[in-house]
């Protein structure tokens, strides 16, 4: 375990160049312009999206709602979080939906005004940027290196979240407890996964911390027994944040939403900006969540093409970390050689050299349709015989 820090920052732009790049998976069309290759006959595995697409009933809702575009869309999201609260057994009058979970990630900060945040390094970056843009907030990273598999200790996360002093740590701000701490569960671009009972105890030490613990369901529709969103109504120290991308695929519409306890979702609402998410996304949504059969073929897909790319990856003899979530993270001596050659024949996978804890050994692949899998498999072999 290593931890490192962040001063405080007065200006963003005075302190920009402390935070991680914010370039992320997914940017197939500034990839298309650097290669000539037409944005359709990319295969991205940079972004770790369900290969199933978008279900054919959400298609038929978009399709069907266009003409009330008219409209603005419904503030209060009415429908659609009773939709989540019937998904998920909790209060509808808990959720607050946003434009993307990371809307939610950018608001939590400047409506809490966290002195000091706790962050796992690595893991998405927007926890760090969103908190680097106040004058008050110092960043903490609690980092799980590669002799532990990147696999976060609970225990230990817990003793730097409540600042209790040790050797291990390394910054001035160690003695200090978190107002504020992020975990990504399953984490991205790890794939590691905390059991629920874990997340819950760390929950419970940061209550008692008076710490706000914000959990990062993004991945967590893959291996949902693990969540913690109906434990909200009984913590007024835990949010839990959810996502529509990754496993609904409904990437380009920005839909997301977050859980929050009754003693504070008040604040929170109060400083959201009004019509964030649009007709489409809020229909599309609803949708999403009823599609029982497209829930269904998402865990059999999974499974099977996980299966097949972990089989292929000890074939191939690549090092790969165990993952809850669709995608990998792969490590590979010769990355950057492997990222431009398969750039070269139209196929993207994800460097994870601006991911904190991480270097330029390590990138990330998500697992699409057989197919594409294929594809990605056999270009890896080929890459790495000659590299």
């Not at 003793?159 to 040790?166: D, F, I, L």
């Not at 996304?281 to 093409?305: C, G, S």
Request: aromatic fraction near 8%; proline fraction near 4%.
């Amino acid at each position: 375990m290593e931890i490192t820090g962040l001063t405080g920052q007065k200006r963003y732009d005075r302190i920009s160049h402390y935070l991680p790049d914010s370039e992320h998976g997914g940017n197939v069309y500034r990839i298309s312009e650097e290669t000539g290759i037409p944005v359709g006959k990319l295969l991205d595995f940079s972004a770790s999206i369900n290969p199933l697409g978008i279900s054919g009933r959400v298609k038929e809702v978009i399709n069907g709602e266009l003409d009330n575009l008219v409209n603005y869309p419904d503030p209060d999201t009415k429908a659609l979080k009773h939709k989540i609260a019937q998904y998920h057994g909790i209060d509808a009058e808990s959720v607050i939906c946003g434009n993307g979970s990371t809307e939610l990630i950018y608001l939590l900060p400047r409506v809490l005004r966290p002195k000091k945040v706790l962050v796992t390094a690595p893991t998405f970056s927007e926890y760090e940027r969103a908190c680097g843009l106040s004058q008050e907030s110092r960043v903490m990273s609690y980092e799980s290196g590669k002799d532990k598999k990147f696999r976060i200790n609970a225990d230990d996360f817990i003793s730097v979240m409540q600042g209790r002093r040790n050797s291990e740590l390394k910054t001035p701000y160690s003695s200090l407890k978190s107002d504020m701490a992020f975990l990504c569960n399953p984490n991205n671009p790890t794939g590691g996964l905390l059991s629920r009972e874990d997340v819950l105890r760390i929950a419970d030490a940061a209550r008692d911390a008076g710490c706000v613990l914000v959990v990062d369901e993004a991945f967590i529709d893959f291996c949902p027994d693990h969540s913690v969103i109906k434990d909200v109504q009984d913590n007024p120290f835990l949010i839990v944040l959810r996502s529509m991308t990754k496993f609904f695929a409904l990437t380009g519409l920005r839909i997301g939403y977050g859980v929050f306890h009754k003693d504070i979702i008040g604040k929170i609402k109060r400083l959201k900006e009004p019509w964030s998410v649009n007709n489409l996304a809020q229909r599309a949504a609803v949708t999403a969540l009823e599609d029982r059969a497209y829930i269904n073929e998402t865990f059999r897909i999974m499974k099977k093409e996980k299966e097949y790319m972990e089989k292929n990856f000890q074939a191939i003899g690549m090092e790969y970390f165990p993952s809850a979530a669709n995608f990998y993270l792969l490590r590979l001596e010769s990355a950057g050689k492997v990222i431009v050659g398969l750039k070269k024949k139209g196929v993207l996978i994800r460097d994870c050299s601006n991911f904190k804890g991480l270097d330029h050994a390590y990138v990330r692949v998500a697992v699409k349709s057989h197919d594409d899998n294929v594809v990605l498999l056999n270009e890896l072999q080929r890459l790495l015989a000659v590299t």
